[in-house]
């Protein structure tokens, strides 16, 4: 067990929240707060989001690329929606369910890719056809 203080949940609830369209409010919280960088809320029933898992769904590049450079965990929901072909793919060979895995609120792999736009059009190309071959 670690001594470190626990974050006040409004606070992370409004990082989280904020990291699905405000950059300048995420800077914001990060320079008073950066151990927010990789905190999770439970919206409910275990529906578990970190801001990385946020600007993911959002297809927010700005916010998924500056959370990265301050630390935030890649997954493989952020690395559809930025266009992270070798990441997706080597997660697909390694695990093949991993098409079907579901992010934050649910939302399926494919479409963390298609809110990638233009940059993820590979990817999303990718989890169409996996599977199929």
Known sequence: M???PRLE?????????SAHADLPRVR??????PALVNAAWDWG??????GLGAAAHMGRRDIALYLLDRGAR???FAAAMLGHLD???ATLNAIPEARTWLGPHGIPLLQHAEAGGPE??????LLRGFGSQ
């Open 9 to 17: 949940p409004e606070l992370v609830r409004d990082f989280v929240g």
């Open 87 to 89: 990441i997706v793919r």
């Open 28 to 33: 914001e919280l990060l320079d008073s707060e």
């Open 120 to 125: 993820a059009a590979a990817v999303a190309q």
């Open 2 to 4: 670690s001594d470190k």
């Open 45 to 50: 029933a275990g529906d578990w989001e970190t």
């Open 74 to 76: 890649m997954d493989i």
